[in-house]
């Protein structure tokens, strides 16, 4: 059979913009629900969702019939992991917390096979190569992963140019709320310096010839990023569209002035 084509990393070769939703709820019952929405993309999180790499792998399954493209967060960098999200099916990975071009070098070694990285070969037993029946899957499986690095500190932020320069890596995805957090403005995205740091950061991408992408459910900040250049935007996170809308609801059927849990949507994220 053909390789999987990937239809996320197509999409970032063209110029329309991406718009993505955040799966936290690490089942693959409601990332079907999610899938069947109208997505371009969604991010199964197994970086603060409690996913193990066989519930990533139930997710995958689950939203591979519709047209939501999956990407997949690892919780970290570490080769071995990333080697077990490939096996099961993952195309595209998003690893955290990637401040130096020596690690993102790294994890383009860690989803290459040799001699060109240090991906272990699973060959018959992995769902990647459908079972041994991908042809030249070892050859060619390269040319289908999407890798996007996470930057998200001030470290980082020192460092974007040369890690968005670094030779396969495809994409540089901004964390605002680490990076807020990172420059002592905790809760507060929107302070000007951490405005003024992404701003470099979608800038610099974009002179390395990446695409740029960041995490943004409040509207005015994606229109904002879209405007600065990002290209993939998670405009969503499920568990807060369940949580803002239980609350909406609740609001209408409770007395004037009871007390309730706040209902303003949070914009650390």
């Known amino acids: ?24 709820f690490a089942t693959a019952y409601s990332a079907e629900i999610v899938a069947g929405i ?23 399954q689950a939203v591979a019939p519709y047209a939501t493209a999956p990407v997949v967060r690892a919780v970290s960098s570490d080769a071995n992991l990333i080697k077990q999200l490939l096996d099961v099916g993952a195309q595209t990975l998003m690893i ?47 040319d289908e992963l999407c890798l996007i690095v996470q930057v998200e500190s001030s470290l980082g932020m020192e460092n974007v140019e040369a890690i968005a320069a670094v030779e ?18 905790a809760g507060n995205p929107g302070h000007p310096e951490v405005q003024e740091r992404i701003q470099h950061a979608v800038n610099a991408t974009l002179a390395a010839g990446k695409v740029c992408g960041i995490l943004a459910p409040n509207e005015d900040d994606a229109r904002r990023y879209q405007a600065w250049g990002c290209r993939f935007i998670a405009v969503a996170i499920d568990i807060s569209l369940l949580r803002q809308s239980a609350l909406n609801t609740l609001a209408r059927y409770r007395p004037a002035g009871a007390a309730l849990v706040k209902a303003e949507p949070s914009r650390t994220y």
């Open 1 to 24: 059979m053909n390789m999987p084509r990937n239809g996320f990393k197509a999409a970032l070769a063209q110029s329309a913009t991406q718009y993505g939703i955040w799966a936290g």
């Open 38 to 60: 109208g997505f371009d993309w969604m991010l199964i999180d197994g970086e603060h969702a409690p996913n193990t790499v066989p519930s990533v792998l139930s997710q995958l």
């Open 96 to 142: 955290p917390m990637v401040e130096t071009a020596e690690q993102a070098q790294a994890l383009v070694r860690a989803m290459r096979y040799p001699p060109h990285g240090i991906r272990g070969v699973g060959g018959g037993l992995t769902r990647a190569t459908r079972w041994d029946s991908v042809a030249d899957y070892l050859q060619t499986a390269h």
């Open 168 to 185: 396969g890596v495809d994409a540089v995805f901004i964390g605002p709320a680490d990076l807020s957090i990172g420059l002592g403005h």
